[in-house]
């Protein structure tokens, strides 16, 4: 049979039943989302998919990415990024598309040519799934993305903890990504609070190696420029036997053991008042 032949087929065994097929077809996705979508939703979806791929084959096509099928994908597309937003599996996700096929399976009483139609239409709606999962990781990987942007911006505050004094307080790896977002929100703080002493503070930091030693210099050199000052704290004694194993060197940058050490030591560079504690800390 020629393609337009089977897409004319298809059409006449589609619209027979159109109703009761689509209808089924909901049903069994139910099953498998197991109520996280409402009926009444997933019927819409679904019954628009279904009416799209019914209008395609109409115009003649099996081609998936054909202008004739651009309605159906653009519903897949829509259908699968609401999955991904909402949570659900891939599977669950390709479920919904593929349970189409075990509703529109030829019976035993089908003849031989609308069997070779079916088997053209399975592969027109394996083929939609694999869209639908292609849209589905997409949007999945700019989920975890602008998340990861978000956990990077919650994870690196800038405080500030007297006039013109300014700490970062840094906790867990500090890589390239999250150096560059540590140096444009320090230096954006210098300008907002017109601080001239920033704290770098690495207490919360696991390891320094070579890598982040770079950063933190790079980061230091950046406030520099912008007329500011910087002291490094948080200096462990794991951490500063590592950094002199590596000979790491951090010049004339000012470092302290703790966020409080340096805090002292950035008021006296300022010439702050310091209330007298009778030498206590």
Known sequence: MAEQDISARLVELLTARGELLA????????????????LAE???????????LVDG??????DWQ????????????????????????????ATSVLACKDVLAPTADTSGEDIHAYLELGKLIDALALFTLEVYARTREEIISAQSEQLMELS????????????????????????????????????DINADQAIIDITGVPAVD???????????VAAR???????????????????????IQFGDIVTKASLADALKHALRRGDADLPDTGGRA
Do not use: N
């Not at 084959?57 to 099996?62: D, K, P, V």
């Not at 099928?69 to 599996?89: D, N, P, W």
């Not at 004094?165 to 560059?180: K, M, N, Y």
């Open 23 to 38: 209808s089924a077809w909901v049903e069994a996705v139910s099953r498998t989302l197991r109520g996280r979508v409402s």
């Open 57 to 62: 084959l109409r115009e003649g096509g099996l």
């Open 225 to 247: 420029l912008m007329g500011a000052e910087c002291i490094i704290s948080g200096i462990r004694p794991q951490i500063a036997q590592t950094i002199v194993a590596l000979g």
């Open 156 to 191: 690196t505050p800038v405080v500030k903890l007297w006039e013109g004094v300014v700490a970062v307080p840094l906790v867990g790896t500090l890589d390239s990504a999250r150096t560059q977002v540590v140096m444009e929100k320090l230096l954006q703080a210098l300008v």
């Open 66 to 93: 054909g202008d004739e099928f651009a309605e159906v994908r653009a519903l897949l597309a829509e259908l699968s990024r609401s999955r991904a937003r909402q949570g659900f599996t891939p599977t669950e996700t």
């Open 210 to 220: 070579t890598e982040v030693a770079q950063h933190l210099l790079k980061t230091v």
């Open 42 to 52: 997933l019927d819409r979806e679904l019954h628009e998919v279904y009416t799209a």
